[in-house]
């Protein structure tokens, strides 16, 4: 039996088939080539941004607890050492009541320093909380790109979110795409989320100029 054989010349086409194998071919022989060539910068770019992460988040650490140490506080030993409460002249009910006044000045002023002192805590770590939130999702979202960069695939990645904006779906081969998209949701959210530091100011133990001078009343109202 004779076998028949097909020669093609140089300028006939290829089957489709050889075509497009050869083509997948050379195009993960340059995917290869591409991820072998960015490996050392991906490599320092995850060594670089670890390293800058921990010392950040310790500089930050140490600067929120200097503050928190090194509060502010209202010093009123001064004023107080002025008033002299044991003088000659004064009545045994004015002493006892200049040692009072003396007594709720210096309640009040504690009262002060740690009313504040509790603010400034509050405003401190906010500020450091906000920081990290927004290193964290900006390392992130530079280790994504590196990594879209490096055209690092993987089975199939699906990220999904529901809510009061609405409703998304990414679907994708690029680990690094999902972690740029959560670092930059992590960003954003640093900056809308505000917890409260607001203080009330108020007197405690020192009456206001008003009530002080007010004539006590009985409960009949005589």
Known sequence: MLQRHTIHEPGDAVPA??????????????QWRWQRRLLPTMIGTLIVATIAFLALSLFDTYTVRRGILAAPTVDLRQVLDGVNCTATNMSGVDRGNCVQWKIRVMLEQQTINRRYHQANVAL?????????????????????????????????????????????????????LIMAVLGTILMIA?????????????????LPPAAAAAPATSPDGR
């Open 190 to 206: 640093t900056l809308y989320v505000n917890p409260p530091t607001d203080v009330t100011d108020g007197n405690v133990y020192l």
């Open 17 to 30: 088939d050889h075509g497009e194998a050869a083509a997948a071919s050379a195009q993960t022989k340059a």
């Open 124 to 176: 401190l770590v906010r500020v450091s909380v906000k920081y990290l939130g927004f290193l964290t999702g900006m390392l992130m979202s530079l280790v994504g790109a590196v990594f879209v960069l490096g055209r690092l695939t993987e089975a199939t990645s699906t990220l999904a979110a529901e809510g009061a904006f609405g409703k998304f779906t990414i679907a994708t081969v690029s680990p690094g």
